[in-house]
């Protein structure tokens, strides 16, 4: 498991891929001990994400466009597969941004990693 600070080293590393920020709607699902894409349990000990096309493993920000209030995840899935959805957030993830009420949000989203 990656520290805060590993995590913080990660943001500030100058030779990290960035793509350019992608906007839509985020949702969350709390499908913990499923099996992923991958075929990896699935589990809420970490903030993590479902995109479509970024690599697996990949750290991502995920921005709340209303709140400005910002997480960083890992790509562990694919999906979402409702149109207009970009990102499917693990709880860990919704809760952080605090969209567990809520449950589907605008997002602007990142690639930092």
Avoid: F
Avoid at 3 to 10: D, E, S, Y
Avoid at 47 to 57: C, N, S
């Amino acid at each position: 498991m990656k520290t805060l600070a590993t995590v913080l080293l990660l943001l500030t590393d100058t030779n990290a891929t960035a793509i350019a920020p992608q906007k839509g709607l985020a949702s969350w699902y709390g499908t913990e001990n499923s099996i992923s894409s991958t075929g990896k349990r699935l589990k809420n000990d970490r903030p993590a994400l479902a995109h479509r096309t970024l690599p697996i493993g990949s750290l991502v920000k995920v921005t709340d466009t209303n709140t400005k209030k910002s997480i960083v995840a890992v790509v562990e899935d694919r999906g979402p597969y409702i149109e207009g959805r970009i990102v499917d957030l693990n709880k860990t993830a919704a809760k952080q941004l605090g969209i567990l009420k809520c449950g589907v949000i605008k997002v602007s989203i990142e690639k930092i990693r």
